[in-house]
């Protein structure tokens, strides 16, 4: 049996703590090897010594289409790095990083110190990598994408081509490197391998502190949750009045009102009905002519004669809808990784993007009303070094209980509550998901890009004074 006392202390703290351990015989002689083996890897391996992975340089041409320009460390030193790594790599073997964890982390009794061993086993296992960049690839006979910078896919091409030679796991390898070089994927091979080697180090230093080889050693805090903002311009309809006739000067005075949108359109597209207003009001908004401003922003609409809203006077003559829009932030804050995951359809071989939520701790959702109120948000994320997405509008506005326009799927669940006599809400019917705002788009066809719609908004655009301008005519 071999007893050991040691001491830990945080780098940003006084405070000491004894912590002991007891190693039964076996369990000490596979640390011991494991030591001997490491210092074997930062003797022979330069490198281990030196770190080095590779280079990669990507460059598109329409003519040429992708061009790959690659860099790797000499393959006899790879081939020295990856020789002196099995013994701590492979996973069946007795001193593996794996096992010597779960040795290490079965003996010392401190939070801190198990703290320490997990974020150097995500260092191990290329997480930390990961939280930086992910590469994916496919090929023919695939039905999905593969994550090339994991640990599963590692382990393919170190089996398959560098350890045992496996048959299967070679073939695996080569069929996702149809589109592109394998030796892209090598260099990012090589990087996951680097990780582990300063895994293996930060390891190494602790046994030998418990093996009174050294007086210390430094290993890595886990860094702070990440914390990512998404930011998402939602507007509301806050308040709606029709007025029916006005004076031809009243009408004529709006329309010189500068600091209030004002559109006088000759006619709606699909009649001069309210669903004809709310159509037009929400290709403004789509493509920009409502403000993107925080807080209230009031919108005149001069109908066209003939207007029938369904709660006014009756048909319009000069008439007018006086709208108040109440436009919000949505901040939905993320605590961990954001990302997203390459999806291929199976019948058509399409790509899509779609999130990738295992990374993610938590999530909360803000709202925010006032332009002073989303400064101060700004200002306080960025000091402390928090992620802020792009700001984006929400395509559709909450009106009444669903999104403008409605979707069938809204409409049959509005039909599907009134059948059951269940109140039909806005939560009843949307829900809380804000994706919900862009099914329009996928159950009418349109592509948003193709059509010119561009729903990014500049975040500090929103806090600025903005001039209506001059009165907007078009009859769509």
Known sequence: MKHVKCLVRKSDSKKETVIEA?????????????????????????????????????????????????????????????????????????????????????????????????????????????????????????????????????????????????????????????????????????????????????????????????????????????????????????????????????????????????????????????????????????EGSIPAKLGTLPVFLLVPDGFVSGFGDGPAKNGLLNLVFKMQVVVVTVEGEVRTKPIKDRTTGEVSLDLDPSGMRSTTVTVVDTPEVFEKFLRDAETKGEDLGQLLKVPRFPFRRCYWPPTMKAQQRIKELKETGEEATFEAIEGPDLGRAWEIFSEIGIDLEQHGINLWVDRESILEEQDAGEVNTSST
């Open 22 to 286: 007891t190693f039964s015989n076996d369990q000490w002689a596979t640390l011991k090897n494991f030591c001997r083996y490491t210092d074997e890897l930062f003797e022979e391996s330069r490198l281990a010594r030196e770190g080095g992975a590779g280079n990669l340089k990507l460059s598109w041409t329409q003519e040429e289409g992708a061009h790959y320009q690659v860099s790797l460390p000499d393959s006899g030193d790879v081939s020295t790095l990856l020789h002196r790594l099995r013994p701590l790599i492979l996973q069946d073997e007795a001193t593996s990083v794996k096992n010597i964890r779960s040795v290490l982390g079965h003996r010392l009794e401190h939070e801190g110190v198990r703290n320490q061993l997990g974020w150097i086993g995500k260092i191990f296992e290329g997480r930390r990598l990961q939280s930086l960049f992910q590469i994916h690839a496919s090929g023919p006979s695939h039905d999905r994408f593969y994550q090339i910078n994991s640990e599963k896919t590692l382990n393919a091409w170190l089996y398959g081509f560098e350890y045992h030679r496996n048959v299967k796991h070679r073939e695996h390898i080569e069929s996702l490197h149809g589109g592109m070089p394998l030796e892209v994927s090598k260099v990012f091979f090589l990087h996951m391998i680097q990780e582990k080697v300063e895994a293996i180090r930060f390891l190494r230093g602790v046994v030998a502190v418990l093996g009174g080889e050294s007086k210390e050693a430094i290993v890595p805090l886990p860094p702070p949750p990440r914390i990512s903002h998404q930011l998402y311009l939602l507007p509301h309809i806050e308040f709606i009045q029709d007025i029916s006739e006005m004076s031809a000067e009243n009408r004529a005075m709006l329309a010189k009102v500068n600091d209030t949108p004002t559109f006088a359109p000759a006619h709606f597209e699909g009649g001069n009905t309210f669903t004809g207003a709310m159509h037009y009001l929400w290709n403004r908004w789509l």
